[in-house]
């Protein structure tokens, strides 16, 4: 059975997933290679941070900030930056139809992303973002 953690890191790859249906979604991709005709999505396992405890019974209160990173060409109709934004607004309105993440979390948000262009010698430009994913959930023991 998988831990929380893994619960949820799988659960905002879904989402994300879902969100663009054309994209290629991963998680903790070491180095791409290229990026696909319908942008590829990388989501880092991130940082679940120090927890707050509770006691009786005991709680482990994580805000786990996800990393998540995005990269697009421009499409026949769309400059780089109108594609990449949006995909933002894609994940964003997938984030606030599920906040809950079907229950598994108590929270889920977005921060703002930051974004700049990718340049490659004899190839065509693309345009990179990337925010974080701030998922607050509890759990009864921090290895599970």
Do not use: C
């Amino acid at each position: 059975m998988p831990s929380k953690r893994e619960t949820v890191l799988g659960a905002v790859k879904s989402l994300v997933a879902a969100a663009l249906p054309g994209a290629e979604v991963k998680r903790n991709l070491a180095k791409p290679e290229r990026i696909p005709p319908g942008g590829l999505v990388v989501i880092r396992d991130g940082d679940p941070g120090e927890p707050d405890v509770t006691l009786s019974p005991v709680s482990y209160l994580y805000t786990h900030r996800i990393p998540v990173e995005i990269a697009a060409f421009e499409s026949a109709t769309l400059t780089r930056e109108q594609v990449v934004d949006e995909m933002l607004a894609a994940i964003g309105a997938a984030i606030i139809a599920n906040r809950r993440l079907g229950g598994l979390v108590d929270w889920i948000e977005a921060e703002a992303p930051t974004s700049e262009d990718i340049e490659t010698t004899g190839s065509q430009a693309g345009r990179f973002a990337d925010f974080v994913i701030v998922a607050t959930y509890a759990t009864a023991d921090p290895l599970n």
